[in-house]
């Protein structure tokens, strides 16, 4: 795989930030950029980094797996990743992510037949007091959604896919 002109020269950008010896630095960067571009991180993607990066592919599949941000694989318009670390169970996070995937009628970590949502169970996303909170599209973080608050947001997000 060998990425395109404009996609090198955002990875160039990226490198240019550490010291020479230090280029596998952009790793994030540059797997954010793949991602950004294709939509999800593929082996044959983190290979390419990994030359790219001069590393190891290994080592960048282990970025890639260690954070939730990063897709593996295709995911829906709308990624919805709910937590369920403790302190969001406490406040009903395990019954926050059923009733998301009730309502779309898929399983965790599937995506719905029509490619609008993908519905994930991750770990804590840092706002403990909030609790349950989930992330739409690794950026927009929701905090208390209560039943009426998930149906909500599903309907909205519903309602801008359009």
């Not at 609790?131 to 208390?144: E, F, G, I, K, T």
Request: aromatic letters at 6%.
């Amino acid at each position: 795989m060998s990425f395109s002109d404009a996609t090198q020269a955002r990875f160039a950008t990226e490198v240019a930030k550490y010291p020479a010896d230090q280029r596998q630095s952009a790793v994030m960067a540059c797997l954010a950029i793949v991602q950004q571009e294709q939509g999800h991180i593929s082996d044959e993607s983190e290979r390419a980094v990994a030359a790219y990066l001069g590393m190891p592919p290994i080592a960048v599949h282990e970025v890639t797996t260690f954070y939730n941000m990063y897709n593996q694989q295709p995911v829906g318009r709308f990624k919805l990743n709910v937590c369920t670390n403790l302190p969001c169970q406490l406040r009903d996070g395990q019954a926050a992510l059923d009733q998301v995937c009730e309502r779309l009628g898929v399983e965790k970590g599937g995506t719905t037949a029509d490619g609008l949502f993908t519905v994930q169970e991750c770990e804590c996303l840092g706002a403990c007091a909030d609790a349950p909170v989930l992330l739409v599209n690794d950026r927009q973080m929701c905090s208390y959604m209560t039943p009426d608050r998930l149906d909500a947001l599903l309907a909205t997000l519903k309602s801008h896919a359009g």
